[in-house]
């Protein structure tokens, strides 16, 4: 009788292996992301919801300002919704150690259990099988072991922990559940914001006052450019004495969006952004403490910190969650987008008086050579998982990594000063 319950509990507690104990978080943080890419792959936006996203967009006003501020908004959307992802995924992370925790506690009771299950064979009470899998089971049958005087005195106290083991069990058996399904709830948002983000950059795309012969021409002027340079100071300066008439022309067009813009604000009210910002960008300098991050996750590396060759880092590294939508940190114009080198999808942003900023590890860049965009304008996404070029330093779980620059007069200086948020655990970037 004592063998036979012994067996019903032998599964109680088998996840957790002897010598795994130090793993035991980062294990669970693989089980997370293994469940986010399952869960992505099973989503997608339904035909009703696309529908009505097209429908909004197309009754959007055509002209830049509305789109891009509208841009601007799914960008911001998108990223709170990253956000709550992650913290999702961190949260469904711990339930799951702490679920292995309990179930080692109850491995060392497997015996306590045993005798109560024992107890009750004893009294004519079957145990349902369900018992092996199934903690609230297991709690009932202790409960009732107590109940009807089936545990001696002397176990007493041993049951009584055991049913407090099984009743945590519960508890985070049950969370689990409940945050499995929040992420999916996140997930389904984010797939319906993605998609309004991919109609409205269609829809800005087609608003370029550049012709595709003339946007052609810039790329593969840009890649000869690419192909010479030694070095990205080599490369910003060689755009730097190239793009005088880009800049030219970029003047031209910001005084025609800010023209637009003023329109717009009377039309609709202040929905669209500041038509200030467009006329004359802010000295970047007196951005510091201001700018949002291009993308919500974790800070992987900061500047200064070793690169894992001997060196030192000359910019910030960020862990994002796949496909995380990666916006402009500040106004600018776009001096470089393509691949170089090692850097894979690189995009340098001229932010003025001497300031750039660089980009690198997106799998996607939606923006053009010589094209103005705002502070939280979406400029790219990352792709689904590390690009081993982008950082030879060994971060993370092979989760996608952005690399942020910046510098002045062709020199690296410090990100952080800039940041709106200050960089540790998992970024904001919601503001």
């Known amino acids: 009788m004592l063998a036979r319950a012994c067996l019903l509990v032998a599964g109680l507690g088998a996840s957790v292996l002897p010598g795994q104990a130090q793993d035991a978080l980062q294990l669970q943080r693989d089980q997370a992301t293994s469940d986010y890419e399952k869960l992505t792959s099973e989503i997608s936006v339904t035909g009703d919801r696309l529908k009505q996203l097209e429908d909004e967009v197309a009754g959007l006003k055509k002209d830049q300002a509305s789109i891009t501020a509208a841009l601007i908004q799914s960008a911001k959307t998108d990223k709170k919704l990253e956000q709550d992802i992650g913290g999702i995924a961190d949260k469904l992370a711990s339930l799951r150690a702490q679920e292995d925790g309990i179930r080692a506690s109850l491995r060392a009771r497997r015996g306590v259990l045993a005798e109560v299950?024992?107890?009750?064979?004893?009294?004519?009470?079957?145990?349902?099988?369900?018992?092996?899998?199934?903690?609230?089971?297991?709690?009932?049958?202790?409960?009732?072991?107590?109940?009807?005087?089936?545990?001696?005195?002397e176990m007493r106290g041993q049951v009584e922990e055991l049913a407090g083991d099984l009743k945590q069990m519960q508890t985070v058996t049950a969370s689990i559940t409940q945050e499995q399904e929040r992420l999916k709830t996140a997930r389904i948002a984010q797939a319906g914001e993605r998609e309004r983000q991919s109609l409205l950059l269609?829809?800005?795309?087609?608003?370029?006052?550049?012709?595709?012969?003339?946007?052609?021409?810039?790329?593969?002027?840009?890649?000869?450019?690419?192909?010479?340079?030694?070095?990205?100071?080599?490369?910003?300066?060689?755009?730097?004495?190239?793009?005088?008439?880009?800049?030219?022309?970029a003047d031209a067009a910001r005084k025609a969006e800010a023209d637009r813009l003023a329109a717009a604000k009377e039309r609709a009210g202040e929905t669209a952004p500041d038509a200030n910002r467009l006329r004359a960008p802010a000295d970047f300098v007196s951005l510091q403490g201001k700018l949002a991050l291009p993308a919500a996750g974790k800070m992987a590396r900061r500047f200064g910190d070793p690169d894992g060759l001997g060196g030192t880092m000359m910019g910030q590294v960020i862990e994002t969650l796949p496909s995380a939508t990666i916006t402009s940190p500040s106004d600018g114009v776009v001096?470089?987008?393509?691949?170089?080198?090692?850097?894979?999808?690189?995009?340098?942003?001229?932010?003025?008086?001497?300031?750039?900023?660089?980009?690198?590890?997106?799998?996607?860049?939606?923006?053009?050579?010589?094209?103005?965009?705002?502070?939280?304008?979406?400029?790219?996404?990352?792709?689904?998982?590390?690009?081993?070029?982008?950082?030879?330093?060994?971060?993370?779980?092979?989760?996608?990594?952005?690399?942020?620059?910046?510098?002045?007069?062709?020199?690296?200086?410090?990100?952080?000063?800039?940041?709106?948020?200050?960089?540790?655990?998992?970024?904001?970037?919601?503001?």
Do not use: C
Not at 124 to 153: E, K, Q, T, Y
Not at 214 to 239: F, P, T
């Open 202 to 249: 269609d829809e800005k795309k087609k608003l370029q006052a550049q012709s595709e012969t003339e946007i052609e021409a810039q790329r593969k002027h840009s890649e000869e450019l690419a192909a010479k340079a030694g070095s990205l100071k080599d490369l910003i300066g060689s755009l730097d004495q190239q793009m005088a008439g880009v800049r030219a022309a």
């Open 117 to 153: 299950l024992a107890a009750l064979e004893r009294m004519g009470l079957n145990p349902p099988p369900a018992i092996l899998v199934r903690p609230d089971d297991a709690l009932a049958s202790v409960r009732s072991a107590v109940l009807l005087g089936a545990v001696v005195p």
């Open 335 to 431: 001096l470089y987008a393509g691949k170089f080198r090692s850097y894979g999808q690189l995009l340098i942003l001229d932010a003025g008086g001497g300031y750039h900023v660089v980009m690198a590890g997106m799998g996607r860049i939606d923006v053009v050579q010589g094209q103005f965009v705002l502070a939280g304008e979406p400029v790219g996404a990352m792709g689904e998982k590390l690009l081993a070029s982008v950082a030879p330093i060994e971060v993370g779980n092979g989760a996608p990594l952005l690399y942020i620059e910046f510098r002045k007069d062709g020199k690296p200086v410090d990100p952080a000063p800039w940041w709106s948020e200050r960089l540790s655990g998992r970024t904001q970037n919601d503001t």
